[in-house]
């Protein structure tokens, strides 16, 4: 006799048990602290807030810790929790050409003002596994830097293009509310902001291949690294009630400002054209790639034919959200047994259609 | 000293939208809304109620003139739902009528786009008395068969006006009409017509 | 507090110092007066502190966010089958498994409902339990098994069996929301079909699937007309449930949250499904009663019991079955 499946609930606590079993690993293992993983980790906690879209790297780092080291799990948490966050008002824009730089490194000149400042890059490093890593020690502090005279003053690339008119102004500010993609559905055509929102919490693979593909053809842009940047830059707010802004603290962003493909005509004179990235954190791969596909995804503004994925604006920001994909994508694990079901019917009838049509062909024949 | 707002932010906010819901689900069958507000006069506890509930930074609100001649009126809506007040009916997202006999024509409202007929004006009517069973006779989703419902006092030329409402479907105003402790609803979507006796 | 109370404010689980984290699970009172702002932000490790759903707002979401989705409803219901644009929250469960259903429940749901929850039909399904769980955490209201009972219904894929009844709502979980999604991918394009009221090629494309197969092929998310006007995505339900939908004394309420779309059906209104005068709509139909209460005429699981290709069919709605064997009726039991 068959009885009916039951015990949902009960499957579901032994899961949840299951999971914290798993996470924690071996006992005999010590536990990871979430300040071990905050220091240690620091790259995936970036990339956790980036995509996330909440900078605090204690939360993303416990989120890290719940999630046993999926990203896109952690983004989940941090979303979940983001959400229920009041909000006080928009900051101040942070001013980037004032960052405090780690690291500064332009393509399209040898020299500048405020110098290439290499800092923390896995660039030059040979990629051979360090076993010595694999024993705890110390490492050597690395060499304080020579000063330079211009230290303290690193001007953004894409601002000295400009000065002389070779890059396309950087649009103004028109004091328009700037719309928040996470308040208000998207309402295509989305203007630039918006996608640029969608784009800095975007999932990195998704953003990195779409950016990879332009190189490639599917929507060339000509790209030079006009400038990537990363450091510390000061956040302010303006309470309404005050009028003057009030310093909220301080926060590790990565800047890249690509400089691409120029344009002009008879009328105006040709000048470069710009992309631009910005993200939480230190990730040059996640801002590069998003200064590709925020300047592809100006074809149709810069009169350019719209007709690879990179550039169409409905097919990115629909695609990019890790977490809008990884839920839909694994939702199909859920049952869908009812709707199986009917598929089974039909299938079944549309055979016994076919085999009873081909006998009697074949009888005919006979 | 402004009047309080509701008792129970939550549980008010939510019986005063189920008893709003309910009444655009079934057109003209009267729902009960029991507010327990006392707004500043003219202002009535049912139009406070709806108000409240449904209204924000995020919906602008036009007052008819007897409620914007009261500042009182204006300055308890501003401190309890935060929602910008308008002069102009076709910025509004919801407007309140303390007087549905001088109510502007209704084509002057916000009529929502072809794309998006959501961004209509939804009119709220505040009645002496709303009685079903009688009046006007009103067909349309949410009506089994035929309903019927009288408004006290009716606008002029309300039937003529609501007839020119339903023939731009999907395009249209939705009304929800208060009466003391009852709301009903007369959503774009209903067909009404004069009640013969 | 704001002054103008439009932001309420309530402490999340994690920074919840000086809250009293130690809520017990479905103790969740109600509150005259939303909680104070959330403490500041601790630096280190003390944040990980176990979760209590004490700290959420009635039924988690916050006032603004309800209020919002409450007005999308309206608007929903006046204009009925047409699609409205909400700001969906992200949810602390994941697209695709309910988030629009959740946000639409949690707006509706007052302390005095009895929530039913089904998946696939049945109320023990996981994602079912799951969601009803939350819920019963998250606002404390009853929950129940029995479509009769219930005030609210959240479904994925099902209709139950059991008809409803005036002052029922059903909220259905919704995964694409736009029936011409699959003939015109970009949101920019149905839009203006909508606007239009141009179906041509939704029925251009179940003719093409009768000069395939002989047949529509569509099984399930079977589109249908709503009060003479739009067309509209039933949400994944079997064909099998459209009948249910046309003239339903209950309100029906529908949520996507990833494609952020609430749109609704009122009680007693046309809900036509598309057909030809030469191929009219047609439900599923079962060659065997359910094994276990013998009911027919109602939607089946097949059960496979072996590799031998012995299997069962049972009531696909485990709370109709149930009542039904309540009642006396027994099925064969047996196998085909």
Same mark, same amino acid.
């Given at each position: 006799?068959?009885?009916?499946?039951?015990?949902?609930?009960?499957?579901?606590?032994?899961?949840?048990?299951?999971?914290?079993?798993?996470?924690?690993?071996?006992?005999?293992?010590?536990?990871?602290?979430?300040?071990?993983?905050?220091?240690?980790?620091?790259?995936?906690?970036?990339?956790?807030?980036?995509?996330?879209?909440?900078?605090?790297?204690?939360?993303?780092?416990?989120?890290?810790?719940?999630?046993?080291?999926?990203?896109?799990?952690?983004?989940?948490?941090?979303?979940?929790?983001?959400?229920?966050?009041?909000?006080?008002?928009?900051?101040?824009?942070?001013?980037?050409?004032?960052?405090?730089?780690?690291?500064?490194?332009?393509?399209?000149?040898?020299?500048?003002?405020?110098?290439?400042?290499?800092?923390?890059?896995?660039?030059?490093?040979?990629?051979?596994?360090?076993?010595?890593?694999?024993?705890?020690?110390?490492?050597?502090?690395?060499?304080?830097?020579?000063?330079?005279?211009?230290?303290?003053?690193?001007?953004?690339?894409?601002?000295?293009?400009?000065?002389?008119?070779?890059?396309?102004?950087?649009? %103004?500010?028109?004091?328009?509310?700037?719309?928040?993609?996470?308040?208000? %559905?998207?309402?295509?055509?989305?203007?630039?902001?918006?996608?640029?929102?969608?784009?800095?919490?975007?999932?990195?693979?998704?953003?990195?291949?779409?950016?990879?593909?332009?190189?490639?053809?599917?929507?060339?842009?000509?790209?030079?690294?006009?400038?990537?940047?990363?450091?510390? &830059?000061?956040?302010?707010?303006?309470?309404?009630?005050?009028?003057?802004?009030?310093?909220?603290?301080?926060?590790?962003?990565?800047?890249?400002?690509?400089?691409?493909?120029?344009?002009?005509?008879?009328?105006?004179?040709?000048?470069?054209?710009?992309?631009?990235?910005?993200?939480?954190?230190?990730?040059?791969?996640?801002?590069?790639?998003?200064?590709?596909?925020?300047?592809?995804?100006?074809?149709?503004?810069?009169?350019?034919?719209?007709?690879?994925?990179?550039?169409?604006?409905?097919?990115?920001?629909?695609?990019?959200?890790?977490?809008?994909?990884?839920?839909?994508?694994?939702?199909?694990?859920?049952?869908?047994?009812?709707?199986?079901?009917?598929?089974?019917?039909?299938?079944?009838?549309?055979?016994?259609?076919?085999?009873?049509?081909?006998?009697?062909?074949?009888?005919?024949?006979? | 000293?402004?009047?309080?707002?509701?008792?129970?932010? &939550?549980?008010?906010?939510?019986?005063?939208?189920?008893?709003?819901?309910?009444?655009?689900?079934?057109?003209?069958?009267?729902?009960?809304?029991?507010?327990?507000?006392?707004?500043?006069?003219?202002?009535?506890?049912?139009?406070?109620?709806?108000?409240?509930?449904?209204?924000?930074?995020?919906? $602008? &609100?036009?007052?008819?003139?007897?409620?914007?001649?009261? $500042?009182?009126?204006?300055?308890?809506?501003?401190?309890?739902?935060?929602?910008?007040?308008?002069?102009?009916?076709?910025?509004?997202?919801?407007?309140?009528?303390?007087?549905?006999?001088?109510? #502007?024509?209704?084509?002057?409202?916000?009529?929502?786009?072809?794309?998006?007929?959501?961004?209509?004006?939804?009119?709220?009517?505040?009645?002496?008395?709303?009685?079903?069973?009688?009046?006007?006779?009103?067909?349309?989703?949410?009506?089994?068969?035929?309903?019927?419902?009288?408004?006290?006092?009716?606008?002029?030329?309300?039937?003529?006006?609501?007839?020119?409402?339903?023939?731009?479907?999907?395009?249209?105003?939705?009304?929800?009409?208060?009466?003391?402790?009852?709301?009903?609803?007369?959503?774009?979507?209903?067909?009404?017509?004069?009640?013969?006796? | 507090?704001?002054?103008?109370?439009?932001?309420?404010?309530?402490?999340?689980?994690?920074?919840?110092?000086?809250?009293?984290?130690?809520?017990?699970?479905?103790?969740?009172?109600?509150?005259?007066? %939303?909680?104070?702002?959330?403490? $500041?932000?601790?630096?280190?490790?003390?944040?990980?502190?176990? %979760?209590?759903?004490?700290?959420?707002?009635?039924?988690?979401?916050?006032?603004?966010?309800?209020?919002?989705?409450?007005?999308?409803?309206?608007?929903?219901?006046?204009?009925?089958?047409?699609?409205?644009?909400?700001?969906?929250?992200?949810?602390?469960?994941?697209?695709?498994?309910?988030?629009?259903?959740?946000?639409?429940?949690?707006?509706?749901?007052?302390?005095?409902?009895?929530?039913?929850?089904?998946?696939?039909?049945?109320?023990?399904?996981?994602?079912?339990?799951?969601?009803?769980?939350?819920?019963?955490?998250?606002?404390?209201?009853?929950?129940?098994?029995?479509?009769?009972?219930?005030?609210?219904?959240?479904?994925?894929?099902?209709?139950?069996?059991?008809?409803?009844?005036?002052?029922?709502?059903?909220?259905?979980?919704?995964?694409?929301?736009?029936?011409?999604?699959?003939?015109?991918?970009?949101?920019?394009?149905?839009?203006?079909?909508?606007?239009?009221?141009?179906?041509?090629?939704?029925?251009?494309?179940?003719?093409?699937?009768?000069?395939?197969?002989?047949?529509?092929?569509?099984?399930?998310?079977? #589109?249908?007309?709503?009060?003479?006007?739009?067309?509209?995505?039933?949400? $994944?339900?079997?064909?099998?449930?459209?009948?249910?939908?046309?003239?339903?004394?209950?309100?029906?309420?529908?949520?996507?949250?990833?494609?952020?779309?609430?749109?609704?059906?009122?009680?007693?209104?046309?809900?036509?499904?598309?057909?030809?005068?030469?191929?009219?709509?047609?439900?599923?139909?079962?060659?065997? #009663?359910?094994?276990?209460?013998?009911?027919?005429?109602?939607?089946?699981?097949?059960?496979?019991?072996?590799?031998?290709?012995?299997?069962?069919?049972?009531?696909?709605?485990?709370?109709?079955?149930?009542?039904?064997?309540?009642?006396?009726?027994?099925?064969?039991?047996?196998?085909?």
């Amino acid at each position: 006799m068959y009885v009916a499946v039951k015990g949902g609930e009960a499957a579901i606590d032994n899961a949840h048990r299951l999971l914290a079993e798993a996470r924690r690993g071996d006992p005999a293992v010590p536990e990871l602290t979430v300040a071990q993983i905050r220091e240690q980790m620091a790259l995936l906690v970036d990339r956790v807030m980036a995509e996330g879209s909440l900078y605090d790297p204690d939360l993303a780092a416990l989120a890290l810790k719940q999630a046993r080291g999926d990203v896109v799990e952690a983004v989940f948490l941090v979303r979940a929790y983001r959400t229920t966050l009041p909000r006080f008002g928009a900051s101040a824009p942070v001013d980037t050409g004032a960052m405090a730089v780690a690291r500064r490194v332009s393509a399209t000149f040898k020299d500048l003002p405020g110098g290439q400042v290499l800092g923390p890059t896995f660039d030059y490093t040979h990629r051979l596994i360090d076993f010595a890593l694999a024993a705890e020690g110390e490492t050597e502090p690395a060499a304080e830097a020579e000063p330079r005279d211009d230290a303290g003053t690193c001007p953004r690339v894409t601002d000295l293009l400009a000065q002389d008119g070779l890059i396309e102004p950087s649009p %103004p500010d028109d004091g328009a509310p700037v719309g928040d993609l996470t308040r208000e %559905p998207v309402d295509y055509p989305a203007d630039r902001a918006l996608r640029l929102q969608a784009l800095a919490r975007g999932d990195e693979g998704f953003v990195l291949g779409l950016g990879y593909s332009t190189q490639r053809g599917y929507g060339r842009t000509h790209p030079f690294v006009g400038e990537i940047r990363v450091g510390e &830059v000061a956040v302010d707010f303006v309470p309404e009630e005050l009028g003057f802004p009030v310093p909220l603290g301080r926060i590790r962003l990565t800047e890249c400002q690509m400089v691409n493909q120029f344009k002009g005509s008879g009328t105006a004179p040709p000048q470069f054209t710009r992309g631009y990235g910005l993200t939480f954190g230190q990730s040059e791969r996640k801002a590069m790639a998003m200064a590709l596909v925020d300047r592809a995804l100006r074809a149709e503004e810069l009169g350019e034919p719209v007709a690879s994925p990179a550039q169409d604006q409905e097919f990115v920001l629909a695609h990019c959200d890790s977490l809008q994909a990884t839920g839909f994508v694994e939702h199909l694990k859920l049952p869908h047994y009812v709707d199986f079901q009917a598929e089974l019917e039909l299938v079944r009838r549309l055979r016994a259609e076919f085999f009873r049509d081909s006998d009697s062909v074949q009888e005919a024949a006979e | 000293m402004l009047a309080p707002g509701f008792a129970d932010p &939550v549980h008010d906010a939510q019986g005063t939208f189920r008893a709003v819901m309910d009444a655009l689900a079934r057109p003209g069958l009267p729902q009960r809304l029991e507010a327990g507000l006392n707004p500043p006069a003219p202002l009535t506890p049912e139009l406070a109620a709806i108000a409240l509930a449904l209204t924000d930074a995020d919906t $602008p &609100v036009w007052l008819d003139a007897g409620l914007a001649a009261v $500042p009182e009126v204006a300055a308890y809506l501003r401190f309890h739902t935060g929602a910008p007040l308008t002069d102009s009916p076709a910025q509004a997202a919801f407007a309140l009528i303390r007087d549905p006999a001088r109510c #502007p024509p209704l084509a002057r409202f916000a009529q929502g786009t072809p794309a998006y007929p959501d961004t209509a004006t939804t009119l709220v009517f505040a009645l002496d008395a709303l009685t079903s069973g009688e009046g006007l006779r009103l067909t349309g989703p949410g009506i089994d068969g035929t309903a019927r419902i009288a408004l006290a006092p009716q606008p002029d030329s309300f039937v003529a006006q609501l007839a020119a409402n339903r023939s731009g479907f999907p395009l249209g105003l939705d009304l929800i009409l208060t009466a003391p402790g009852r709301v009903a609803g007369l959503p774009r979507s209903t067909a009404v017509t004069e009640g013969r006796a | 507090m704001s002054a103008t109370g439009t932001h309420e404010l309530f402490p999340s689980p994690l920074r919840g110092g000086g809250r009293g984290g130690g809520g017990a699970e479905g103790t969740t009172e109600p509150r005259s007066a %939303p909680p104070p702002p959330p403490a $500041p932000p601790r630096k280190g490790e003390e944040r990980g502190r176990t %979760p209590s759903e004490a700290g959420y707002n009635f039924a988690y979401l916050d006032e603004g966010t309800k209020r919002m989705i409450r007005r999308a409803i309206l608007k929903a219901i006046a204009v009925p089958g047409y699609q409205v644009p909400f700001a969906s929250r992200e949810m602390p469960m994941p697209y695709g498994w309910g988030t629009g259903g959740v946000q639409v429940t949690a707006a509706v749901l007052g302390r005095a409902d009895v929530l039913k929850v089904i998946d696939q039909g049945a109320d023990d399904t996981t994602n079912a339990v799951s969601i009803r769980r939350f819920f019963a955490r998250t606002s404390g209201v009853a929950t129940t098994t029995r479509t009769t009972e219930a005030t609210i219904i959240q479904t994925r894929h099902r209709i139950p069996e059991t008809p409803l009844r005036e002052g029922q709502i059903l909220v259905y979980q919704v995964p694409i929301p736009e029936p011409l999604r699959f003939l015109e991918p970009r949101e920019t394009e149905t839009r203006q079909l909508h606007a239009l009221a141009e179906y041509g090629s939704m029925h251009v494309k179940l003719y093409e699937d009768i000069s395939r197969h002989g047949h529509i092929a569509t099984t399930y998310a079977y #589109p249908v007309e709503v009060a003479g006007r739009y067309v509209m995505d039933p949400s $994944p339900t079997p064909k099998f449930d459209n009948p249910k939908m046309d003239h339903s004394p209950a309100l029906q309420l529908f949520g996507a949250g990833r494609e952020r779309r609430i749109y609704a059906v009122p009680p007693y209104t046309s809900v036509r499904s598309l057909d030809f005068e030469d191929h009219p709509f047609r439900v599923q139909r079962f060659e065997h #009663p359910c094994a276990l209460c013998g009911a027919e005429g109602v939607y089946l699981d097949e059960m496979l019991l072996d590799d031998a290709g012995r299997r069962m069919f049972v009531c696909s709605d485990t709370d109709h079955c149930e009542g039904r064997r309540a009642d006396g009726h027994v099925g064969t039991g047996e196998a085909v």
